[in-house]
């Protein structure tokens, strides 16, 4: 299958060249790209295999030197092949393929590094940039050479070891390659594990043994040998031995190693940030020492040398190193206390502060606060204000975006919070000059500098289209495109998006993301997307097929009290229902609902309160809150902190308030329900098992309710993924559910109904 890309050098900008990636390339090629193009030209609306089409890109790093930089290319219809059932085997990575690009900054030229997909885990260039490394997630994980200079590339051997899947990779200055490996028997003994939770012929799992058995088989994942490799002999010299491994940092002569290691005693039901870690490091040969007994509720970054580290307690921030740990306070609360080994402590009601970055100088560190982001010295803790916010709730937010290599310019975004008003800064440490680059309503994504801070490479998307990669100077940023990322829709009418405003039932200011169809319209058959909370108008597939049909979709945002979510729903998406007839937007005869996994959830609480809509849908979403706390498949404690204390904010476990629990589980109130409803699931879904959402289709066909329940037997969490089919499936279901209750006088086209599946 043929890729194209518009790409546009910098030398020439008014001339757009067309850049083909595939398996063989041939005179028939361009061909086909005409006729895509032509009829793509022609077309009215999107279509599933449109969606399988669309492309997105991303930027890489530079090289050391600046002129090269790498640019990822993924195609949504190549990611497709996920094998839900593999779910939890550490040894197994879902597929997400991906082409490389090197592009030459200076020119815009191009140079293919792989022109078939494969699915690529982390890149590093060499300190000369002589050199890529790549290491790959395929299903057997591999690492990959690039020589810049001969313009090959080389599978590296690595003497019998195996390339952890999720490995980092970091060259030293004497050109060695640090990694992580796994031991010899690792893979037999995940598997192992697996194949016996999942096949059995007997699988036992014991109250009393300190980790449930998902939970010890997903710590394996961490445990894995750092080496250093020397690429010419492909020698390994182990740097860390065997650990439960997080993460790790090396200096750039390779001889100071840290590195986080895991030391949970038991599965963890507080979830997330109480997890227990400690921070080793050795130097050259030496024993491990101890840096941290605890990291405990502590954010630390360390400097690119390797050895100087700042971190965050109880709203201060602090400085020390691995040759000197006696921590140094920069900035924070008068009254708070460190304790490197110990507990942590109380903080007051004075400004604090939050580690947002450390610059590779070593030189500064950017903290955030409620005023704003800030810029500090090390050398005396001098502050300085890089972007104020004045009022916390409703003010801009400001995101430390990049580093220059150099560490003499940093890179700020800014967005508002009220408005799609967003920002690019530039700070030149140098100078101590602010700029701000740019500032208008399009989107800014992972902008990154150059080494030497003269340039800016940014993925920039608007009205809802994919993110198309620019460069830009950094002194005046007139930014030149460089790679369009779907040049196929660029003669096509393509729906538009708009921020709303609204007031939900209490009062409360929200917003949401409208996106309306070509040439806009009024009283149109409206659909609602939900979650928790949109801003952004980010590149949405399934709203943009919608939208082309002629709906307009709305993704309203809400706000939650802990124990009362279902309220949430009410108040939010009615309000902006409400907003939009108000706007004369929708009919308030033809609304529709749909939403995954959490959304999901809250389209069946939503319509169990509520007839104003005529259709809904769920995908993958729980109805029943009390077989989904105690039925965790492969998830290990991941529903019980969904119910108590993230997602679903129910605030206690079900025997403490089994009544809440009751009153959050659609499923009992399904008598209740009067919209007509799609059930979408899939088989091998561990997340919310498809068992769960079916005892609404049982439910409801039990009650005589118009029901549907579609369940894709291999498929997982979400869209279907197995294969093209099942993706336009599903996508031609969608569409000929709402066009039935909210376009009732619409034809599917003939061509369209013979794509399902039966």
């Known amino acids: 299958m043929t890729v194209s890309l518009s790409v546009r050098p910098l030398r020439t900008a008014a001339t757009r060249v067309t850049l083909a990636l595939a398996a063989a390339a041939g005179p028939s090629m361009l061909l086909a790209q005409g006729a895509v193009a032509s009829a793509s030209a022609s077309a009215t609306a999107l279509t599933p295999a449109d969606l399988l089409d669309v492309r997105t890109v991303s930027a890489g790093d530079y090289s050391p030197d600046g002129k090269w930089l ?28 991906a082409r490389l690009l090197l592009l030459n900054t200076a020119t815009g030229d191009t140079t293919a590094i792989l022109s078939t997909p494969r699915t690529i885990g982390t890149l590093a260039w060499s300190p000369q940039s002589e050199r890529l490394a790549i290491a790959t997630r395929d299903t057997i994980p591999q690492l990959l050479i690039w020589h810049v200079a001969t313009r090959t590339l080389r599978t590296q051997s690595l003497a019998g070891a195996r390339l952890a899947e999720n490995s980092d990779l970091s060259w030293t200055d004497d050109g060695r390659l640090l990694m992580a490996v796994r031991e010899r028997p690792w893979l037999n003994e995940v598997r192992a594990r697996f194949d016996s939770l999942v096949g059995g012929p007997i699988s036992v799992q014991v109250g009393t043994e300190p980790f449930l058995a998902w939970d010890m088989l997903r710590r394996l994942g961490n445990r894995a040998i750092v080496v250093a490799l020397t690429p010419s002999s492909a020698r390994l010299d182990t740097l860390i031995p065997a650990a439960q ?24 039901y507080d979830g997330g940030p109480s997890n227990e870690s400690r921070l080793l490091t050795r130097l050259g040969r030496d024993s491990a020492r101890v840096v941290f007994a605890s990291l405990r509720g502590v954010t630390l970054m360390q400097a690119a040398d390797g050895d100087r580290y700042a971190f965050a307690r109880d709203g201060a921030i602090y400085l020390a190193s691995l040759t000197d740990t006696t921590p140094r306070k920069l900035i924070g609360p008068a009254t708070s206390r460190v304790r490197v080994r110990g507990d942590s402590a109380r903080g007051n009601d004075e400004e604090r502060f939050a580690l947002a970055g450390f610059s590779p100088s070593g030189e500064h560190v950017v903290a955030s606060s409620r005023t704003g982001l800030h810029l500090i010295a090390v050398t005396d803790g001098a502050r300085r204000p890089i972007g104020a916010v004045t009022d916390s709730i409703r003010g801009p937010r400001f995101t430390l975006a990049d580093w220059s290599r150099d560490g003499r310019s940093l890179l700020v975004s800014m967005s508002s919070r009220t408005t799609w008003n967003r920002a690019l800064i530039r700070v030149n440490l140098a100078t101590n000059r602010i700029d701000t680059l740019v500032r208008d ?10 080494p030497d801070g003269a340039r800016v490479a940014v993925m920039i998307g608007e009205n809802g289209r994919p993110a198309d990669l620019w460069l830009g100077d950094a002194a005046t940023f007139v930014p030149k495109r460089l790679v369009e990322s779907n040049p196929q829709f660029a003669a096509r009418a393509l729906p538009t998006t708009q921020l ?3 007031l939900d039932a209490d009062g409360r200011a929200q917003f949401g993301v409208l996106t309306m169809p070509a040439g806009g319209g009024r009283a149109l058959p409206t659909v609602f997307s939900v979650y928790e909370d949109f801003f952004d108008d980010g590149f949405d597939a399934t709203t943009m097929l919608l939208a082309s049909r002629g709906y307009a979709v709305m993704k309203p945002s809400v706000t939650f009290e802990t124990g009362y979510p279902g309220e949430a729903w009410l108040k939010g998406v009615t309000a902006s229902a ?41 995908i993958s979403g729980k109805v029943d809150l009390v077989s989904f706390y105690t039925d965790s498949p492969r998830l290990g404690v991941r529903n019980v902190n969904a119910a108590e204390k993230t997602q679903d904010r129910i605030g206690a476990t079900m025997w403490e308030q089994p009544q809440k629990y009751v009153q959050h589980s659609a499923v009992m109130f399904a008598d209740r329900i009067k919209t007509p409803l799609l059930l979408v699931t899939g088989g091998e879904d561990h997340n919310v098992p498809a068992i769960n959402t079916r005892e609404m289709y049982f439910a409801l066909r039990r009650l005589g309710k118009p029901v549907e329940w579609v369940n894709y037997t291999n498929g997982g969490h979400g869209i279907p993924m197995t294969n093209a089919n099942e993706f336009t499936d599903w996508h031609h279901r969608l569409l000929g559910w709402y066009d039935r209750y909210l376009k009732p006088t619409t034809t599917v086209p003939a061509s369209e109904q013979q794509s399902l599946l039966r």
């Open 70 to 97: 790498v640019v990822r290319i993924a195609r949504r219809g190549d990611g497709l092949g996920f094998v839900a059932a593999r779910d939890g085997d550490p040894s197994y990575t879902r597929p997400a393929p």
């Open 245 to 268: 491994i997080t993460s790790w940092n090396a200096s750039p002569n390779g001889q100071r190693i840290s590195w986080r290691e895991d030391r949970n005693a038991k599965t963890n």
């Open 441 to 450: 309503g399009r989107l800014y994504g992972a902008p990154k500098l150059s």
């Open 500 to 502: 709303v405003e609204y």
């Open 578 to 618: 409400n907003k939009l007839i108000e706007m004369g937007v929708a009919d308030s005869s033809k609304l529709g609902v749909h939403g995954t996994s959490y959304g999901g959830y809250a389209t069946n609480l939503l319509i169990t309160q509520t007839n104003r809509f005529k259709a809904a849908i769920n």
